[in-house]
Structures are given as structure tokens and as C-alpha cells.
T-cell receptor, first 113, second 115 residues
């Protein structure tokens, strides 16, 4: 089974801090994604990458950046955390076939105070 | 604008009865549709999918129906069980490479199955 591992289940950070969320997958998938989930808003795409060092903006990239230096690792960076970035963050990976769907990590619940 | 819509935020059914979750989409370039199930404090897990060349796909208690002309799909769960209580997300993707592989999700429907 594909495993997608997110480094932290729960994080509490202060406003203005730089925050790194790490995601690692073990099935050699080309595609990796970062979503956030908020009540009533569903899953919204922040950034995605379909190859090493490649990245594309999703629907809500403002206030975020990403890094993909190795195929298995995709990091989400909050440059200066704000309270409106308090959310559940979900990482996912998929094979290049696209239609085979994603495998998600367990999520990181980030609280910015 | 919202390209994948789940208009019912919640649904409550009795154990043993049928659950029907609905999803509408607006982008005619979508050609693959999926349903994910999510429990609290866990990541979504893949449930069932359907390609645009089909109108029905079945897997055990779960069946997905696709009506391309209406841009509508539905997930049927028969019989419903209390363990099915979760948030269900509808998702869609287009064909081709690169960014077309990304999934667009609906806002989700919270299904509660009462014993």
C-alpha cells in the first residue's frame, strides 16, 4: 500500500512564525498535492507538483510556498503564519495516470495563535 | 466558481436503508469521477470511481451512477451501516497530463447512519 506520511498530527504556532509542514510518500509517485480542509469549504488545493522541482499554484496559494527537492518529499511553507491559516492540512500523492485517485496522509491540524 | 458541487451538507438515514449522495459538476472537460470518505482526524480514503465512458460502477454495497448529459453523479450505499457515518467528498479530474491530473473536490456531505 502507498503510504503518505505527514510529519506532525498537531501543531501550534504563533502569528508571524515561519512554518514547515513535511510530507513523504513511499511509492515513487510523480504527483504530490497540498490541500487544506475547512468546515463548509471542503478541500481546497493550495499547491501541487508533478515532478521534482516543479510546482504549480492551486486555488488558494496566497501566503504559502512549497518545495520539492526530492521525488518523495513535498513541503508546504507558511512564510508568516496568520490566524486565518488555522486549518487541517492534507498532503496527497498520485501516479501519473491521474484517474487512479490520490492517497492522502492523515493530516496536520495547525493552530495559529 | 465551484466546479464540483455537493448541495447537501448533511444527510441522515436509518441503518439498513439506502443512502444517496449527490454531486453536480460544471466543467465538461472532467472525465473521471471519484468518491472519497473521510473520518474525523484522518485523511480521506478512496471509495469508488467511474470513468466518463461508463454510467455505472459497482463495488459491494457502493454504486456510483453518472449522468453525463445532466453533469450529475450519485453514490448509493445499500444497505447503510453505522460505520458508514463520515464525510463523503465527490471529486473530478480531466484528461491529459500535467495539471489536468489534479482533482477538484466538492465541499462534502456529512452522512450519519442511525442504528
Amino acid at each position: 500500500d502507498v503510504k503518505v506520511t505527514q510529519s506532525s498530527r498537531y501543531l501550534v504556532k504563533r502569528t508571524g512564525e515561519k512554518v514547515f509542514l513535511e510530507c513523504v510518500q513511499d511509492m515513487d509517485h510523480e504527483n504530490m498535492f497540498w490541500y487544506r480542509q475547512d468546515p463548509g469549504l471542503g478541500l481546497r488545493l493550495i499547491y501541487f507538483s508533478y515532478d521534482v522541482k516543479m510546482k504549480e499554484k492551486g486555488d488558494i496559494p496566497e501566503g504559502y510556498s512549497v518545495s520539492r527537492e526530492k521525488k518523495e518529499r513535498f513541503s508546504l511553507i507558511l512564510e508568516s503564519a496568520s490566524t486565518n491559516q488555522t486549518s487541517m492540512y492534507l498532503c496527497a500523492s498520485s501516479s501519473p495516470g491521474g484517474g487512479y485517485g490520490y492517497t492522502f496522509g492523515s493530516g496536520t491540524r495547525l493552530t495559529v495563535v | 466558481d465551484q466546479q464540483v458541487k455537493q448541495n447537501s451538507p448533511s444527510l441522515s438515514v436509518q441503518e439498513g436503508r439506502i443512502s444517496i449522495l449527490n454531486c453536480d459538476y460544471t466543467n465538461s472537460m472532467f472525465d473521471y469521477f471519484l468518491w472519497y470518505k473521510k473520518y474525523p482526524a484522518e485523511g480521506p480514503t478512496f471509495l469508488i470511481s467511474i470513468s466518463s465512458i461508463k454510467d455505472k460502477n459497482e463495488d459491494g454495497r457502493f454504486t456510483v451512477f453518472l449522468n453525463k448529459s445532466a453533469k450529475h453523479l450519485s453514490l448509493h450505499i445499500v444497505p447503510s451501516q453505522p460505520g458508514d457515518s463520515a464525510v463523503y467528498f465527490c471529486a473530478a479530474s480531466g484528461r491529459g497530463g500535467g495539471s489536468n491530473y489534479k482533482l477538484t473536490f466538492g465541499k462534502g456531505t456529512l452522512l450519519t447512519v442511525n442504528p
